[in-house]
C-alpha cells in the first residue's frame, strides 16, 4: 500500500519537484546567513575554531546549490509531462 501511495502522490503532479526546489533556495539562504555568523564569529570574537567554516560551509552551499539545479531541472521535466499528457489547454461546457 505504501508503493501505492507513492505513485499517487509522486506520477500526476510537480508539487514534489517543487518542494526539492524550495529546498534546495532555502539551504542555500541558510548557507549565506550562517556564512555571515562565521565571518562575525571570526572577526568578533575568539571562539573561532580552525577549519570548520572552510570544511562546512561549502558543502551546505553546494548542497543547496545542487538541490536548488535539480529543482529546476525537474519543474522543466514536470512542465514537459504535462505537455505529453495531451489534454486541452480549456474545456468546453456546452456546445450552442
Known sequence: MLA?????????SV???RFITLTGFLIFLAT???????????FF????????AST????YFLG???LLSLGIIGEYIGKIYKETKR??????EKEL
Request: glycine share 6%.
Open 4 to 12: 501505492f501511495a507513492w505513485d499517487g502522490i509522486t506520477s500526476f
Open 15 to 17: 508539487v514534489p519537484l
Open 32 to 42: 549565506i546567513f550562517m556564512s555571515f555568523y562565521v565571518l562575525y564569529v571570526v
Open 45 to 52: 570574537t575568539d571562539r573561532a575554531v580552525p577549519g570548520w
Open 56 to 59: 562546512v560551509l561549502p558543502m
Open 64 to 66: 543547496g546549490v545542487q
Open 87 to 92: 489534454r486541452p489547454r480549456y474545456l468546453i
